[in-house]
């Protein structure tokens, strides 16, 4: 006869709420994952481009395990057919894309060393489909990925397969910027609304982030072989790129109420930790416009106080990573726009350092000239190459 199990115990209030813990800073840790072993900034010289890497790819490595073996978390890609949809357009375009071969997707992934002109013109019209769905997507006005409510364990598919269109946005990009910039920079915009319409979550506004990147180092790469008339179409792109604040806004209001809605049922201290983490949240979205010496002030009195709140200093630290991560693209992207400024004959710069409120430094080089900023990002001084233009 078999042994009789023992008798299972139901968790405690107190297991529960930890789990609940557990589970609200792993969002918030997930994101400082991504922020540090995502985003080391990239060697960026005129000589030696390197391809950002996409937090995405980190991202869904687990629910993308989780998904092949359990058929029910599938179900987020299933097609939403309540009226126009760009996430249907994704989907679409994610079916096409698993339709390359091996061979083409490594193709499209290095952009450093673009393929032969027979190969490469083989290859853009193999994406073309993929690209047409991209720009179908992006003027859609809603995206609706078919989630009702995001949970601990809710399948977010959308973000590896999101990458891989990144992929093949950024190539076509660097394959159409030396003869037909409009085109390129129509890719980028598709690729920059995907990165907006990935999720409302923290780990979104990350990936959005990371797509900001990746479609600044493409427009750098392609600068030395720019017209005048491309310049302009960059500067003007440059000029109506949406802000990321807003996006990084709208997901941590989400992440607050959803910490706060977690974690209020439970007795104190742990209401009151909810009350307080989304008050501090609040209070964090409006840094992301202050200068430094403002910022290291509130920053001092909050951590201050969260030694009284359990776990709350480990989300402070996910916040800081966060802003730092936010404040390298912001000086990134004003760095770009400054050295097309100069690209252009501009003896002064338009744009200025967002960091210091002041120019960025100009240094001649052999070939062009870098842009640097006052501001450290990983113990490094942020800067930009630049090369002249290619004789035609």
């Not at 995502?38 to 000589?47: D, L, M, T, Y």
């Not at 992934?109 to 720009?135: C, F, G, Q, S, Y």
Request: hydrophobic share 40%.
């Amino acid at each position: 006869m078999p042994p009789t199990p023992a008798p299972v115990r139901p968790r405690s209030t107190t297991s529960r709420m930890l789990a609940v813990l557990v589970s609200v800073g792993a969002l918030l840790v997930t994101g400082a994952s991504l922020l540090y072993l995502g985003h080391s900034p990239p060697v960026i010289s005129a000589g030696n481009s390197v391809n950002p890497v996409n937090p995405a790819q980190i991202a869904m490595a687990a629910p993308e395990r989780a998904a092949k073996t359990n058929p029910a978390r599938e179900v987020t890609t299933a097609k939403i057919e309540s009226g126009p949809n760009a996430a249907n357009f994704y989907k679409d375009a994610f079916v096409l894309y698993d339709q390359l071969t091996e061979e083409e997707k490594k193709l499209l992934v290095n952009r450093k060393n673009m393929p032969d002109p027979e190969t490469a013109k083989a290859l853009e019209a193999r994406i073309r489909p993929i690209l047409d769905l991209l720009h179908e997507a992006a003027a859609q006005d809603k995206c609706d990925w078919g989630i009702d409510k995001y949970t601990f364990d809710t399948p977010m598919p959308q973000f590896a397969k999101a990458r891989n269109l990144l992929m093949v946005g950024l190539w076509d990009a660097t394959y159409q910027f030396p003869t037909d910039a409009g085109a390129a920079i129509g890719d980028l915009q598709d690729v920059q609304k995907l990165g907006h319409n990935i999720s409302d979550l923290l780990i979104g506004a990350i990936v959005d982030i990371s797509f900001a990147a990746s479609t600044t180092e493409v427009i750098r790469q392609s600068t030395p072989s720019l017209d005048s008339t491309a310049l302009d179409q960059v500067t003007a792109f440059l000029a109506n790129t949406p802000s990321l604040q807003d996006d990084l806004t709208r997901a941590l209001q989400q992440e607050s109420e959803f910490a706060r809605e977690s974690l209020q049922k439970y007795s104190p201290p742990f209401n009151e930790l909810a009350d307080h983490l989304a008050a501090t949240e609040q209070q964090f979205i409006e840094t992301l416009s202050w200068k430094d010496a403002q910022f290291q002030a509130w920053w001092q009195t909050i951590t201050e106080e969260a030694t009284n709140y359990p776990f709350e200093a480990d989300v402070l630290r996910t916040l800081k990573g966060l802003r730092e991560r936010f404040q390298y693209n912001q000086v990134q992207q004003a760095m770009l726009s400054a050295g097309v400024g100069v690209l252009q004959g501009g003896t002064s710069q338009t744009a200025m350092d967002p960091y210091s409120g002041n120019p960025f430094t100009y240094v001649p080089t052999a070939t062009g000239f870098d842009l640097r900023s006052t501001f450290v990002y990983k113990d490094k001084p942020v800067s930009m190459s630049f090369s002249w233009p290619t004789p035609q």
